[in-house]
């Protein structure tokens, strides 16, 4: 069984016009019993009726019928009499009223007041009128002060509970404001112009092989909303490579798949490049508690230290405007805590969404926001430690996008000239270079009760300390000293995935990450 995020990350991505409010997202799950396509029907449902219904409202009412919705007596057949110009108005009927006293009987006239009114025109003395519906209604006195409460702004003083300010979704255009408000870095050209267009011939050629993701959730198989395949990089390149055969299950959620496929070429040829653009930028950044400390490639140039190595890569393909993804942070399990994420964008543009998750402990103070970065063809965003522990990322659907006229011609290796998916191409491809840790190989996974390796998760809500004493059992260091600030608590844990490939069967395994009983290592000198 999944979790809750992914439940609600699945059901925002099937929906046509996606809703930001996870609470109204996790009261249709509730009310369908976890179901998301019911769910999805549901609030689709509901969207549509809230649009019809928003177009038929009309005002009908003046303000001094706001002030008094019962504005007409009753006729003796019960319907609204057509001449309601000849009927006395509340305040003239409380003007007439000996016994208007106070600002209330002017504005609101009293039951004995509207007896006296209605006996002196002939009326009968029942105290009912005629609403703006047609039907009759029993007006109540209201006092002054019930009145002025009506027209005071709610203030957050009066109420035991503040609510903290919303604000609306911010667009990230520049590189400058995406590192002012998220732990990434956005660089819009990153690939000479004919390798980008070369590799993104290469992947739209090899996404005809690729497959949508698929797992069990409440019962049944779901499918991912768009197409993706694994890669592993070869010995040639320098990097450790281990057997990724059980690693590159974790990203089919635990469907036994074929072995991953090896770097094509020009994908080497890009991830040589963007490696020494994420190396430069970790060099400069604020490192954290338990991420990768690096280590010398060779015994014969002990000195040169290499922070990331990109070993693995995960590729898919956004086709139209509905494939997409939902809000999620991605598995640790092969990362490790506070890894690094490459992320290159090729094809046509599509918008990248972040979102942070709230702590627990912040909730009444601020709110999350989400923010949109654009991406363009050639375009990579690089996801530093801290992203995965703090922020949710997704790849929304979208009403239009524009057609990728891509500026050179295909290899006619790959394709023909008159091949119109690639002349003119709707789809992204987007690639993710990562780099599994030695230290959290697939063989020093943790299993579960059902035999099946685990997953990492980092604690997303709570994860601040208070920058007293190390914690033994993270492993976490503090880097200034205390009272100064908030610092991000290391705190995982792994849990139980047979659910996903085991008709939605598991054992509910859960246990705390203790990087010093597992021998993970070496880390980040704080």
């Known amino acids: 069984m999944e979790d809750t995020d992914t439940l609600l990350a699945l059901l925002s991505s099937l ?4 809703i930001s409010d996870h609470a109204v997202l996790l009261d249709a799950l509730v009310k369908h019993d976890g179901n998301v396509e019911k769910a999805a029907r549901y609030l689709s449902r509901e969207n549509m009726r809230g649009k ?5 409202r009309k005002r009908t009412a003046s303000l001094d019928d706001w002030l008094s919705p019962c504005t007409s007596e009753a006729s003796p057949s019960g319907t609204r009499s057509k001449n309601t110009s000849k009927l006395p108005s509340k305040r003239a009927a409380a003007a007439s ?4 006293k106070s600002v209330q009987d002017d504005l609101i006239p009293s039951s004995s007041t509207r007896r006296a009114s209605s006996s002196s025109h002939g009326k009968t003395s029942r105290e009912t009128s005629i609403s703006l519906s047609g039907s009759p209604c029993k007006v109540k006195p209201v006092t002054n002060n019930e009145f002025m409460n009506i027209l005071r702004h709610p203030n957050s003083s009066n109420s035991s509970k503040p609510v903290p300010p919303k604000f609306p979704p911010l667009t990230l255009g520049t590189p400058v404001l995406v590192s002012d408000h998220t732990p990434c870095t956005l660089h819009p050209s990153i690939l000479p112009s004919e390798l980008a267009c070369r590799l993104f011939y290469t992947m739209m050629n090899e996404s005809r092989d690729w497959k949508r993701n698929k797992w069990w959730l409440f019962d049944r198989v ?9 890669y592993a990089r070869g010995p040639a390149s320098g990097t450790e490579s281990p057997d990724l055969q059980e690693a590159a299950q974790y990203w089919y959620n635990g469907r036994p798949t074929a072995p991953p496929s090896a770097f094509p070429p020009a994908m080497e040829e890009a991830c040589e490049i963007i490696e020494r653009v994420v190396n430069g930028e970790m060099g400069r950044r604020k490192r954290f508690p338990l991420e990768w400390g690096g280590a010398p490639p060779d015994i014969d140039n002990p000195a040169e230290v290499i922070l990331w190595r990109a070993n693995v890569a995960a590729a898919n393909r956004y086709e139209g405007t509905k494939e997409s993804v939902g809000f999620h942070s991605d598995q640790l399990t092969n990362l490790g805590p506070y890894p690094t994420i490459a992320s290159l964008s090729l094809g046509t543009s599509r918008v990248f969404r972040l979102r942070e998750v709230i702590p627990s402990n912040e909730k ?3 709110s999350a926001r ?8 050639n375009s990579l965003v690089i996801m530093h430690a801290s992203c995965q522990e703090t922020f949710k990322h997704a790849v929304p659907p979208q009403n239009t996008i524009d057609l990728f006229h891509p500026p050179f011609p295909p290899p006619p290796s790959l394709f023909s000239p008159e091949d119109v998916e690639v ?5 992204r491809i987007n690639i993710t270079f990562r780099f599994y840790r030695p230290d959290y190989r697939a063989e020093l996974t943790p299993r579960c009760r059902c035999g099946v390796p685990c997953i990492l998760r980092p604690d997303m809500k709570n994860r601040y300390t208070d920058n007293k004493a190390t914690s033994g059992t993270s492993g976490e260091r503090n880097a200034e000293p205390p009272s100064t600030k908030k610092d991000i608590v290391a705190k995982y844990w792994w849990t139980c995935y047979a659910g ?9 395994f859960w246990k705390v990450m203790d990087v010093t009983a597992e021998g993970r290592g070496p880390f980040v000198e704080i």
């Open 364 to 366: 009444d103070k601020r």
């Open 423 to 427: 002349a003119s191409s709707n789809s």
């Open 52 to 56: 019809r219904q928003a177009q038929k």
């Open 370 to 377: 989400t923010y949109n970065i654009p991406l363009q063809h």
């Open 15 to 18: 929906l046509d016009h996606p």
């Open 500 to 508: 996903a490939q085991n008709e939605g069967k598991g054992c509910n």
């Open 97 to 100: 009223s000996a016994s208007a």
């Open 222 to 230: 779901v499918e991912s909303p768009h197409r993706t395949s694994f």
